[in-house]
C-alpha cells in the first residue's frame, strides 16, 4: 500500500489509535488527504469510541484539503483511481426522489444540529442549509447529505449527522462501512468537504457551536438555497423571433438570463443555438461556453454541429466551447471557477429537475443559460418551473406540419386481441414486468412483422420500438425470416455506432429498439415507426414520434404504425391518434 501512496506524491504522516486492535494510517499531498482504516469486524467484541473517530477526521478535515478513507482491505487498483483522478462516474443516473423535498421533517438528531446552527447564525440561518443534498454514487444512483452549505465563492462544506448504531464500522459491519466510505469519497471527488458529528457530539451543545463556527466559518460568506427559477425568463417559438427576443433580452436587461426553448422534435432547437453563439462570439469573443447533454451520442451530434465556429470545441476544459454529459456540471466545479463559463446549454431540459442535475445546474454562475426540449412534461411530474420558471408552448404538432417544419405523420393501426386489463399501472406507466408478460405473445410479434412485410418492402427505413431486450431478438429474428434486413439494438449493444452508420447507407432496413433510440437520436432518412410497446407516458411517446419526424429532400411523410391492445378503461395507452 505504502508504493500505491509514495507512486501518487503521498507522505506517510502519522497513525490515529482508537483502541489496541483498530487504527488509522494518513498520508497527505498538496491537494489531498487519505485515511487508511485497520478495523476489526468481529460478532461480540467491544467498539471503540466513535467520538474519537469523528474528532480525529474533522481535525484533518479542516486543513482543507480533499479527504478520502479506505479500508486496508481494499484493492489498490480500487483505490488507484481516486487517488489519481481517473474514477469513472456514470453519464446516466437512475430516476431517484429528491429527498430535499420529501423528507418533511428532521429527525431528532437533524433538529438538534439545526438548533445549533441557527444558535450561531441567528433565527434565518436555515435558509443556507441545503438539506439532502444529492450527490453522484458510482453505482449510477445518488447519495443524500444530511446539510449542505455553499459559499458564493463556490465551496461546499457538508455535515452528516451520525448516529452510533448506524454508522459506527463495527456495529453496521464492514460491506456498509464501504458504502459509507464511497458516499464520503464521491464527496471529497466533487470538492465538498464533509464534517461529521456523532450523537455523543450532539450532547455538548457549547462544542457543537464552537465546532460549527471552526468548520462553517462567517455566515457573510454563505449563498442562499435558490432556485435558477428565480432568474428572467422567457420562451420564443420560432428560429427568428427566438433570436431576435434573446438579443433584445440581452440588450435590454442585466444578467444573468435564463430561457426555455420548448419545441416539437425536428423544428429547429439545436439550429437557434447555433445561430446564438455565433452571434454572441462576435461580441464576446473570449466567452467559455459550455454544452452538457444527457448522453455521449448527443455529445457527439453536437461537437459536429458547432465545429464551424471560429473557436475550439471539444470536451476537454482547454476548449473555447467545451461539450459534455451532464456530469462534467459535477465535475468540472473541482476545476474552475462556479463563473468561468458565461454560457450555457442545457440539451433535453426536461432533465434538469432530476435531483442532482438540478443541484449541480444551481451551482454555476453563468450569464446565460439556454434550456432545450420538444418534451416539457416529465414522467415523475416534477415541472421545468422549478429550474426556469413558468412557460408556454405555442408552436403544436400540427401546426409544425402544415407549416411544413416537419415530416407529415400518416397514422395507421394494428389492431390485436391481446389485453392489457390485468397489466398494473401505477398512475405514470405500466409496470414493465407485467407488460414483458403480457405482450410474449407469438401472434403478435408475427401480425407486426407481416404488415411490415407486406407493406414496406420496398426499403423504406424504420424503427421499432420495444418492450424489453427478449422482445427486440424476437422482433429481428421474424423480420429477417421474411427477408427484410433487420438488427437488435439495446443497451449493451456493442457495434452500436457500426450498426448505424450501416441503417444511414442503407445495408439495415429495420431497428428493433429497446430503451435506447426514445431520445436525442437524429437520422432524417427513417420513414416508418412502430410503437409496438404499450406505454402510458405521453412524454415517450412523443420522444419515439420525434425519431421520425425530420425531414429531409426525399423525405415528405412519416408513416406511424401504432400496435393498439385491449385495454382498460383507466389504462389507455398513448396513440397517434390520441
Not at 426522489?97 to 428532521?106: F, G, K, M, Q
Not at 452510533?164 to 458516499?183: D, F, M
Not at 417559438?237 to 435590454?252: F, G, K, M, S, T
Not at 415517450?540 to 406511424?560: A, I, T
Amino acid at each position: 500500500m505504502d508504493a500505491l501512496f509514495e507512486a501518487n506524491a503521498f507522505i506517510r504522516q502519522g497513525t490515529i489509535i482508537y483502541d489496541g486492535d483498530n487504527h488509522s494510517v494518513w498520508y497527505r499531498r498538496s491537494d489531498a488527504i487519505v485515511i487508511i482504516d485497520h478495523f476489526t469486524f468481529q460478532e461480540s467484541q467491544e467498539i471503540f469510541d466513535y467520538r474519537h473517530y469523528t474528532i480525529e477526521q474533522n481535525k484533518l478535515m479542516r486543513q482543507g484539503l480533499a479527504l478520502y478513507r479506505f479500508l486496508a482491505s481494499e484493492k489498490e487498483a480500487d483505490i488507484a483511481p481516486w487517488l489519481d483522478g481517473t474514477i469513472d462516474f456514470p453519464t446516466r443516473y437512475r430516476r431517484n426522489v429528491d429527498r430535499s423535498l420529501t423528507v418533511a421533517d428532521a429527525s431528532a438528531l437533524e433538529h438538534s444540529f439545526e438548533e445549533r446552527f441557527c444558535e450561531v447564525y441567528g433565527n434565518d440561518a436555515l435558509q443556507f442549509l441545503n438539506r439532502e443534498y444529492p450527490i453522484p454514487s458510482l453505482g449510477g444512483e445518488t447519495f443524500a447529505l444530511d446539510y449542505l452549505v455553499e459559499y458564493r465563492d463556490g465551496t461546499k462544506i457538508a455535515v452528516e449527522e451520525n448516529g452510533v448504531t448506524y454508522h459506527h464500522p463495527q456495529i453496521i459491519g464492514k460491506s456498509a462501512y464501504r458504502k459509507q466510505l464511497e458516499k464520503q469519497n464521491s464527496a471529497a471527488y466533487h470538492g465538498i468537504r464533509l464534517f461529521r458529528f456523532s450523537s455523543m457530539d450532539l450532547a455538548y451543545p457549547d462544542l457543537i457551536d464552537d465546532q460549527i463556527r471552526t468548520f462553517f466559518g462567517e455566515r457573510a460568506l454563505f449563498k442562499a438555497v435558490e432556485l435558477l427559477a428565480e432568474r428572467s425568463f422567457t420562451l420564443y417559438d420560432h428560429q427568428v423571433e427566438a433570436l431576435d427576443e434573446i438579443a433584445q433580452l440581452r440588450r435590454e436587461t442585466p444578467p444573468p438570463h435564463a430561457v426555455l426553448t420548448v419545441f416539437p422534435t425536428a423544428t429547429g432547437k439545436s439550429k437557434i443555438v447555433e445561430e446564438d453563439l455565433a452571434r454572441y462570439l462576435a461580441e464576446y469573443p473570449d466567452a467559455k461556453i459550455l454544452v452538457v447533454a444527457p448522453s455521449l451520442r448527443i455529445v457527439s451530434d453536437w461537437i459536429g454541429r458547432l465545429e464551424e465556429l471560429p473557436v475550439t470545441v471539444g470536451d476537454d476544459i482547454e476548449a473555447q466551447v467545451v461539450v459534455g454529459t451532464y456530469h462534467l456540471l459535477w465535475s468540472l466545479q473541482r476545476r474552475v471557477s462556479p463563473d468561468y463559463f458565461s454560457y450555457i446549454v442545457f440539451d433535453e431540459a426536461h432533465h434538469a429537475v432530476a435531483p442532482v442535475t438540478r443541484r449541480s445546474l444551481q451551482c454555476w454562475q453563468c450569464d446565460f443559460l439556454i434550456g432545450l426540449t420538444a418534451t416539457p412534461q416529465r414522467l415523475d411530474r416534477r415541472k421545468l418551473e422549478e429550474v426556469f420558471g413558468s412557460y408556454k408552448t405555442n408552436l403544436t404538432l400540427q401546426e409544425a406540419m402544415a407549416k411544413g417544419i416537419i415530416a407529415n405523420v400518416r397514422a395507421y393501426r394494428i389492431e390485436t386481441n391481446l389485453s392489457l386489463e390485468r397489466v398494473r399501472f401505477n398512475g405514470k406507466e405500466f409496470v414493465n414486468a407485467d407488460l414483458e408478460r403480457a405482450i410474449r405473445v407469438d401472434s403478435r410479434n408475427h401480425l407486426i412483422a407481416d404488415v411490415l412485410s407486406t407493406y414496406f418492402a420496398d426499403g423504406q427505413k424504420g424503427i421499432i420500438f420495444c418492450v424489453n431486450v427478449v422482445h427486440t431478438r424476437q422482433m429481428e429474428a421474424l423480420l429477417q425470416s421474411r427477408g427484410m434486413k433487420a438488427r437488435s439494438v439495446t443497451g449493451t449493444t456493442r457495434d452500436m455506432d457500426t450498426i448505424v452508420r450501416e441503417f444511414r447507407f442503407g445495408e439495415l432496413q429495420f431497428l428493433c429498439s429497446c430503451n435506447l433510440l426514445s431520445e436525442g437520436w437524429d437520422v432524417p432518412e427513417v420513414e416508418v415507426l412502430v410503437m409496438a410497446r404499450p406505454t402510458l407516458s405521453k412524454v415517450l411517446y412523443q420522444q419515439q414520434l420525434g425519431r421520425g419526424l425530420r425531414r429531409n429532400k426525399n423525405k415528405r411523410e412519416l408513416f406511424v404504425i401504432d400496435v393498439v391492445d385491449q385495454y382498460g378503461a383507466l389504462a389507455r395507452p398513448w396513440s397517434v391518434h390520441a
